[in-house]
C-alpha cells in the first residue's frame, strides 16, 4: 500500500477564497483523522471518521471549517471562505480499529 | 477530556548518551499508546505502538514503557546519533471513540 495520500502537498491562496484538502486513508483502515499543526498549538485534532461517519467534530474551529467522507477511501477537509489565520500545515491520518496510526506527508497551506 | 503533557519540551545531549523522554495523560482509559518521530518540515513516523495489555516494546535503540495506573509513558534512546535529532510526540487511543490525542512534544538535538 502506498500509505496515506495527501493532496495538494503546497496550497497558496488568496483570503476568501474556498480550499479544499484532500486524503485517501490506506485501504482497509476504518478511522480516519484530521489534524492541524501550529507552532503555536501543535498538533490539533480537527475531526475524526468511523467508518465514513464523523464520530467527534468538536476541534473544527469555526463554521468556515467543514469535513466530508463519501466514501471509505476518500476525505476532503474544506475551508470556505479561507482566513491567514488558517494558514497552517494539515494532516490526514487513518488506523485500523484504534491500533498503529499512520500520517500522510501533510498539506502546507498559506492563506494570503 | 484527556490531556497530554511531554517533558522536556526540549533537550540538547551530546552524541553517544542514553536519554529518556516522558508522556503523560490525564485519563488512563486508554487503549494503545503511540510514539512518533517528525522531522522538520515532513510528516509524523511511527516508531512505537504499545498496547493497553503491555507494559514495554521495543524496536532497535528505541524502548517504550507505559504505566497506565500511574498514567506515564517513557521512550528510551540508548547511544543517541546526530540522526535521532528531531521532534518525538506521543499519542493515546482514548476510550469510547477512540480518539488520538497527542503530546505538545520533545524537540530532541543530539549534537557531535
Known amino acids: 500500500d502506498a500509505g496515506v495520500i495527501q493532496s495538494p502537498r503546497h496550497e497558496v491562496t488568496e483570503m476568501g477564497q474556498e480550499v479544499t484538502l484532500r486524503c485517501k486513508p490506506i485501504?482497509?483502515?476504518?478511522?480516519l483523522f484530521w489534524y492541524r499543526q501550529t507552532m503555536m498549538r501543535g498538533l490539533e485534532l480537527l475531526i475524526y471518521f468511523n467508518n465514513n461517519v464523523p464520530i467527534d467534530d468538536s476541534g473544527m474551529p469555526e463554521d468556515r471549517f467543514s469535513a466530508k467522507m463519501p466514501n471509505a477511501s476518500f476525505s476532503t477537509l474544506k475551508i470556505q471562505p479561507s482566513e491567514p489565520r488558517d494558514s497552517a500545515v494539515y494532516f490526514c491520518a487513518s488506523s485500523y480499529r484504534a491500533t498503529e496510526a499512520f500520517f500522510g506527508q501533510g498539506t502546507r497551506l498559506t492563506v494570503v | 477530556k484527556q490531556e497530554v503533557t511531554q517533558i522536556p519540551a526540549a533537550l540538547s545531549v551530546p552524541e553517544g548518551e542514553n536519554l529518556v523522554l516522558n508522556c503523560s495523560f490525564t485519563?488512563?482509559?486508554?487503549?494503545?499508546l503511540q510514539w512518533f518521530r517528525q522531522d522538520p518540515g515532513k510528516g509524523l513516523t511511527s516508531l512505537l505502538l504499545i498496547q493497553s495489555s503491555q507494559r514495554e516494546q521495543t524496536s532497535g535503540r528505541l524502548n517504550a514503557s507505559l504505566d497506565k495506573s500511574s498514567g506515564r509513558s517513557t521512550l528510551y534512546i540508548a547511544a543517541s546519533q546526530p540522526g535521532d535529532s528531531a521532534t518525538y510526540l506521543c499519542?493515546?487511543?482514548?476510550?469510547?471513540?477512540?480518539?488520538?490525542?497527542f503530546g505538545t512534544g520533545t524537540q530532541l538535538k543530539v549534537e557531535l
Open positions: 499519542a493515546v487511543f482514548t476510550g469510547g471513540g477512540n480518539k488520538l490525542t
Open positions: 485501504s482497509g483502515h476504518d478511522y
Open positions: 485519563d488512563s482509559a486508554i487503549y494503545n
